[in-house]
């Protein structure tokens, strides 16, 4: 069977605490997604996020993806959608959260779903590329990710940020974020902001070499179906 004729990747997960609703549906392998579905917590009237129909910010079709993102931190949905892009994923992702307090309870379980949904899709973790490595300059930017899908969850980031906040997204938020990612996706991820001026900027290319690392290591490799890429026999 040919790499493209082989069924996509998909999970749905719904995260539910006292501090945040949320819903994920993603494919790591891109095409079509159902919508969210409808819930007490995400009713289809008299909802605080828009419907899934209407275009937004982070919103975007393709005849490859489609991606669709709401969580009520408009930086944060940037940095989600530019991920999905260029990681090749089809992604649905909304939250509600206690955005009166901060961005904190909001940004760490939106991460932390998403990882949860990334590990699903994932499955066994056999056939895949397994380590992945990009470099994504924006502008005076330039960022470096490298991602191992080892099941032994562990961060490193460096960003030098030079201030507190991107709009309404704490900076501290970026590197937290992700460290929540890596603890529920079961990845090994080092994220490194070479250089840069610019904080927008900064946090952009490492979510964009983060995306094409991810893309490199989910990659099946042909003939090793249901092989684990490991000296252990075991991820």
């Known amino acids: 069977m040919s790499r493209s004729s082989l069924p996509a990747r998909t999970a749905f997960v719904s995260r539910i605490t006292n501090e945040t609703k949320i819903q994920v549906s993603l494919s790591i392998d891109g095409g079509p997604l159902d919508l969210l579905p409808t819930t007490e917590h995400f009713p289809e009237t008299k909802s ?12 975007q079709t393709s005849p490859s ?16 959608h530019a991920l999905a892009k260029h990681a090749g994923w089809s992604l649905r992702l909304r939250s509600k959260g206690d955005l009166i307090i901060d961005d904190h309870h909001t940004t760490e379980d939106t991460f932390l779903a998403l990882g949860s949904a990334f590990s699903q899709c994932l499955g066994a973790r056999t056939g895949l590329g397994r380590f992945g490595h990009a470099y994504a300059p924006l502008d005076e ?3 470096r990710a490298v991602i191992d899908l080892s099941n032994r ?3 490193v980031g460096e960003f030098g940020f030079h201030n507190d906040m991107i709009k309404d997204l704490n900076t501290q938020m970026v590197w937290h974020g992700l460290q929540s990612w890596t603890q529920t996706a079961g990845v090994t991820l080092h994220v490194d902001v070479i250089r840069g001026g610019n904080d927008h900027h900064r946090a952009e290319s490492a979510f964009k070499a983060l995306a094409v690392a991810c ?6 490799i042909g003939g090793r179906e249901g092989e684990v890429i490991s000296t252990k026999g075991v991820l």
């Open 153 to 155: 969850p562990f961060f």
């Open 48 to 59: 605080s996020t828009p419907g899934q129909t209407e275009q937004t910010h982070a919103s």
């Open 141 to 143: 930017a330039l960022s």
């Open 215 to 220: 893309k490199s290591a989910c990659e099946r």
């Open 65 to 80: 993806q489609q991606i669709w993102i709401w969580t009520g931190v408009g930086f944060l949905d940037h940095m989600l």
